[in-house]
């Protein structure tokens, strides 16, 4: 999983700390009955709490994965494909996908992945599971992944490993690490931990690390174990009556019945939730993929248009200098324009609405400086260029241009970010949500080379005839 660094990550991240927090504390509030702490884990670790990736919505919200709810994602991913049909873009690899992923939800093997640090005994837990009866009674797919936490580590093979696994053997060979900690709470998916390399710890060793590493993961999953998948040789010393030292080398046995014992409940208890799981996962990044799709369409019909407006509203503030601020956010903020892009991201505004939405971006420019800083910019660029002795109103044709560029630019993110498939007739007009986009957007289009090739390209656009100089 990627998780990018925005404030709606922030609300997630603490979303899921309470999820955990809930988890834990019920967890505490069975603990003095054995039976029932593991039934009620089990009970909530069944049903998957799913937070919204949000980049549009800032509230989490948690689902329980069912037949139903996979059956509704499914069908978005399908509406999406056939919008894309319909925006003249190719559906047919995302279609193909969507069948595959669906037929993988009555699956009857389970995928695992065994994971951790390097040299925790990843390899050599898989080396050892195939020779219990269990497993070899079981249908299981066994897959390593790279290394965690190398420097230059497989980033994508890794977590393609994992996002195609029911189940994670997360192993490690000691108390876990900070690192391993988020790593291992981060993942969607059911977790079992594998206290690997026994054989090195003395008995006291083993039982206070283990303990600490069921209380630190406690809010995630309630399955740790403690095994020896490849415990090393010893030498024995046998004195015999006679006072003969022998030596001798004696290969310990292989500790891994624990580790059976725990996957064996855990898929007997909810392998088909798993693998549910797993698809509703996968379709949902389908679903990401769809829409990433449908948006580079959109995105390719709405900038023409963006800049063809920026250019008429730049060259009639040119022509016709405008006297005040106020009066040039106005000119920056179309009403046609917002009607036409909502069009294009098939979220319809009436020009009732584009107006009264038009006003608002307008005030919202004023209110946020912004109108105040692109001018003052845009001005001390054109300062260095002789151009702009010949040509007054410049700065505020360029100001115009450049607003309702950013207005513009805004009003894409805006509706990009919406469900594709629109859940409710109405269009949705967010403006705090726009607000916060607009800064983004402006920040984004405020660095020095941005702004100076926008000035560029404006000096030939307003003034056509003015020879092309190096604007610095
Ligand atoms: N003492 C001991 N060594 C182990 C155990 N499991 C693995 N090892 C050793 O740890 C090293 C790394 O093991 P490997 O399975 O390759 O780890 P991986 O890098 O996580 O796949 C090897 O030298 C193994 O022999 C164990 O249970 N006890
Ligand atoms: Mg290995």
């Not at 050599?124 to 390593?144: C, N, R, W």
Request: aromatic residues 6%; charged residues 15%.
């Amino acid at each position: 999983m990627s998780l990018q660094i925005q404030k709606p990550i922030l609300v997630g991240g603490l979303a899921v700390t309470a999820g955990f927090l809930g988890l834990d504390l019920l967890s505490h509030a069975v603990a003095s009955n054995g039976n029932v702490l593991m039934l009620g884990t089990m009970a909530i670790g069944g049903g998957y709490w799913l937070w919204s990736k949000n980049r549009g919505a800032a509230v989490a919200q948690p689902v329980k994965i069912d037949a139903s709810t996979l059956t509704r994602l499914s069908d978005q991913v399908k509406l999406i494909a056939d919008q894309l049909t319909i925006e003249g873009g190719n559906s047919e690899s995302l279609r193909q996908s969507l069948i595959q992923a669906l037929q993988q939800a009555d699956r009857q093997h389970y995928r695992l992945a065994v994971t951790g640090a390097a040299r925790v005994g990843k390899t050599s837990v898989i080396a050892a599971l195939p020779a219990t009866d269990f497993i070899s009674a079981q249908p299981l797919e066994l897959t390593e992944t790279p290394a965690l936490f190398e420097v230059d580590g497989a980033d994508s093979q890794i977590s393609q490993a994992l996002q195609q696994a029911d189940l994670v053997v997360f192993v490690t060979n000691g108390d876990l690490t900070a690192t391993e900690f988020a790593y291992l709470s981060k993942l969607q998916q059911r977790v079992v931990v594998a206290l690997n390399k026994q054989d090195q710890l003395s008995p006291v060793d083993r039982d206070t690390v283990y303990q600490n590493i069921q209380r630190t993961v406690a809010g995630c999953t309630n399955q740790v174990v403690a095994i020896a998948a490849k415990p090393a040789p010893i030498k024995v010393r046998a004195i015999s009556a006679s006072g003969d030292v022998q030596e001798s080398i004696e290969q310990p046995s292989i500790e891994i019945t624990p580790l059976t014992n725990s996957l064996r409940t855990v898929l007997a208890e909810s392998g088909a939730q798993l693998v549910l799981n797993t698809t509703y996962w996968e379709v949902d990044r389908l679903k990401d993929t769809g829409k990433a799709q449908l948006n580079e369409l959109r995105r390719a019909r709405a900038l023409p248009i963006i800049e063809q407006r920026q250019w008429i509203a730049g060259a009639a503030a040119f022509a016709n200098p405008l006297p005040a601020l106020d009066l040039l956010a106005t000119a920056a903020v179309n009403a046609q324009t917002i009607v036409d892009l909502s069009a294009i991201y098939q979220r319809p505004f009436s020009i009732e609405l584009g107006q009264s939405a038009a006003s608002a971006m307008g005030g919202l420019l004023l209110k946020l400086g912004l109108v105040e800083v692109s001018t003052q910019a845009i001005g001390s660029i054109l300062k260095t260029n002789a151009v702009t002795y010949v040509a007054g109103g410049l700065v505020q044709g360029m100001s115009a241009a450049y607003l309702t560029r950013i207005v513009g630019l805004t009003l894409m993110e805006y509706f990009a970010d919406l469900d594709i498939v629109a859940t409710q007739p109405n269009p949705v007009w967010n403006p705090e949500r726009f607000g916060t986009l607009l800064q983004q957007v402006f920040q984004a289009n405020q660095r020095l080379t941005v702004l100076q090739e926008f000035v560029q390209q404006g000096i030939q656009r307003l003034i056509p005839d003015a020879k092309p100089q190096q604007v610095s």
